[in-house]
């Protein structure tokens, strides 16, 4: 834990979800912390509240797009502290649409009004604050530069993942696929400029470098360091100049994003979202791959790719892959069943189930959903023994039930709600290899949690 011994921090945006917080911990740790934000009232008493917890806060309302109100801020300060050691510069806005605006909320109806409005504060903001409250911090450390009394102080701004990298929209749409609005433009432009215009103060209040004092190394202040950089826009799915690449080494891992829009390589750099998985961490995932016993796979479009050849004289012909073969076998060799449950009748299915040796075929099932609880009866497993593997609408409802306290995977080229909604999205698409890669997906967690290899 930090002390900081009386020091006086200032955090702009006090009141709001993460300022109130930080004002706290800054107090925790022996600050003397001045608390502002828009409401002059409510600051005093947040204020007066940290105060009792044993530091020593002010607080005073402030508009930080507004120079007097600022001045009068940093009056209000030095009559009670007399400097400013350390400023938090958290204050900003984010667009907040109520109920549903996927209109208002598009780029291309985004209002110019409320552009102003975020940049100002967000950007203006910052720079007023950094300008008359840090001004001050650095005239307080020439005054004091040479002597014993030397001081320096710390300027924090607040920026976002969102100024590295464009946001990803479909983290603000519904389950059902419907998306209430749209993360708008101002915000991440903001924070893009709060990390540019972070650089500059730097070189204007920051050190200067005295007899026996170390520089600080260029960016390494300036900026997020390469290796979170790096990681930010590698865990993005949109890159942070839309570049189109795969996560490495995270294969398998649960919540892993696929990958990203603008493919360079695509005709006309096409969107291209190939899908993301559901939140599980690998721990979980491990754990319950460990427990499974049976999985079910529809098979229409997960065992075949969804083509059905049909003669003159009306016969059908589905293509089965022989390396889904392998997957069935090598689950079998480690003591998991495969069985497949689709709506169609057994005559094309029954031939292949039966050179397969699956222990379970359930044929004709329009709502397998409907069909789970007879499922479970017949193998005589649980609920948590299940993994399923489906690419269509019709798989939803089986999807969610089992993805509860089971497994759940679809091919690379499900439907795309069908992909949002399971643990694993293969990259392999139906019919040519997305059961071989889901058997070794759960063989790979099996051996991750110490179970069977
Ligand atoms: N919450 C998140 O998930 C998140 C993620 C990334 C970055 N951030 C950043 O963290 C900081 C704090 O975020 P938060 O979630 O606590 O936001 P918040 O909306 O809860 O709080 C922001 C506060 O700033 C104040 N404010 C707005 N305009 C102001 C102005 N002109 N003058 C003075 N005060 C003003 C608001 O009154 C509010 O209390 C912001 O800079 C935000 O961009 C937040």
Redesign the pocket.
Known sequence: MITLDGKVCVV?????????PLARALAEAGGRVVL????HGACVDRAQSLGGGGGDALGH??????PE?LASLLAAILDRFGQIDVLV??????DKFGGSAPHESMFEHYELERWRKIL???VT?TFLCCQVLGGAMAERSKRTAGTAQRTGGSIIN?????GIVAPDQSLYRKPDGSQPFFKAPA?PT??AA?LGFTRYPRRVLGRRRHPGQRPVARRRRERPGRTLRCQLSRAHPLGPDGDSRRLRRRHGVPRQRRLVVHDRRQPCRRRRVHGMVSPLSLAEAAARAARIALVLADNDGVMTDGTVYVSANGEEMKVYNVRDGMGVERLRERGIATAIVTREPPALIARRAAKLELRHLWTSVRNKHAHLDRILEEANVSLDQLAYIGDDLNDLEIIAAIGEVGLTAAPADAMPRVRESVHYVCTAPGGRGAFRELAEWLLRLRSNSGGQR
């Open positions: 702009t945006g006090a009141l709001g979800l993460i300022g109130n502002t934000d828009l409401d309302g402030a508009d930080i797009t507004k109100s510069n958290n204050a900003a806005i984010d100002d504060a967000n903001g607040i920026a976002s993942t969102y915000y903001s924070k709060v």
